[in-house]
């Protein structure tokens, strides 16, 4: 079975270079991501969008870029490994397919480190994350880093039983969380029950009450329709978990300089309209907080409740981090808590 659908795979990805247009293009650069084929629907084909406009544009048509959304050719984690065969040439890969193949992601899953989205920006932009890019690189290989799109923003939690305002709230609630040990050990020291479990999955087991809630960025909410199957929305604010825009090593290599330039260049001005729209749907009457609040109960946390859930659930994570990565995953959490502090205490234009 597996060697027929790469087989169905290469046909449809032969047949959309043979008829696509460029295609005397010299290289053609072939994206494949999970969400909607709507730019101004989802931060993920924003940044695919608008990088496909600058690469085709400025190189004029040298290199041809595909994308291939809704999981056209495969789920997540098989995007990661049709990125490192060389199927595809990019993806934006979650956390939880990208802790298949790169387990210190973790590192990034310190609960309520963050104060805001632009201390995010400035971490995963800055030192650390080019530190984390290049452990990536390394320890895969067969890739290249380029960049930590938003996924839409900070996780807020929802559920069908009571609003959450302290620790006690979560208590006997069960809360999806991705396959990764640091999200389950989160909401497990917050008090609830951490119930794993696949994407497809979710609306239907909390339909079904299988599980209580779930926790996922504001505009994962309203796209996925949870206010259909939640009653309370409670903004946590309290992981920021990015996707890796990677590409293939070979595919990278193969480029010319200017062309590696032109490259990174769209990447940065693609990073600004994905998160930019991230805002937009957060703050939108249709998808946002707005929408939202005429659907679901919606409640914020005061900063001393947030401070008691983050003495809560920090120091088991970090605990988890340095027991489990090893030195490098000890010298990369150093680093991401340093450069987040610093973030923290930054004030824009001073």
């Known amino acids: 079975m597996k060697t027929l659908t790469k087989t169905l795979v290469a046909a449809a990805l ?3 270079f043979v008829t696509a247009p460029f295609a005397m293009a010299e290289k053609v650069l072939r994206i494949g991501h999970d969400n909607k084929a709507d730019m101004m629907d989802n931060p993920a084909h924003a940044f695919t969008g608008v990088f496909k406009n600058i690469v085709e544009t400025a190189t004029n048509g040298e290199i041809k870029v595909q994308v291939f959304p809704s999981n056209q050719l495969g789920n997540a984690k098989e995007h990661i490994q049709m990125v490192r ?8 890969s979650p956390v939880g397919p990208l802790a298949g193949y790169y387990p210190r992601i973790g590192v990034l899953d310190i609960p309520f480190a963050f104060d ?5 920006y400035q971490v995963l932009d800055g030192k650390f994350g080019q530190m984390l890019a290049r452990d990536i690189e390394a320890e895969m290989k067969d890739v290249k880093i380029l960049g930590f799109p938003d996924t839409g923003g900070f996780f807020s939690v929802t559920n069908s039983k009571r609003p959450i305002q302290n620790l006690e709230d979560f208590k006997g609630l069960r809360i999806r969380t991705m396959t990764l040990p640091t999200h389950q050990k989160i909401i497990q020291s917050l008090g609830a029950e951490a119930y794993p479990l696949s994407w497809g999955e979710v609306y239907s087991s909390l339909q079904t009450g299988v599980i209580d809630g779930q926790m996922n960025p504001v505009p994962t909410v309203s796209f996925a329709k949870f206010n259909e199957v939640q ?3 409670t903004l946590t ?3 920021f978990a990015p996707y890796t825009f990677m590409v293939n090593k070979k595919f990278h290599d193969s480029l010319t300089a200017e ?5 990174a260049d769209a990447v940065e001005i693609a990073l600004s309209a994905n998160r930019g729209l991230s805002r937009l749907i957060e703050a939108s009457d249709d998808r946002g907080l707005a929408g939202l609040k005429k659907k679901m109960k919606i409640n914020s946390l005061t900063n001393e409740q947030r401070d008691s859930m983050r003495q809560a659930t ?3 994570v970090i605990t988890y981090i340095n027991e489990t990565h090893g030195d490098k995953g000890a010298e990369l959490l150093e680093l991401f808590l340093s450069e987040v502090d610093k ?6 234009l001073q």
Not at 259 to 263: E, R, S, T, V
């Open 314 to 316: 920090q120091p088991g």
């Open 14 to 16: 032969a047949a959309n």
């Open 231 to 233: 009653k309370y929305l």
């Open 85 to 92: 065969d060389g199927q595809l040439q990019g993806t934006l």
């Open 259 to 263: 062309q590696q330039k032109i490259i």
């Open 116 to 120: 805001n989205n632009a201390s995010t």
């Open 237 to 239: 604010n309290h992981l």
């Open 343 to 348: 973030a923290n205490k930054a004030t824009y």
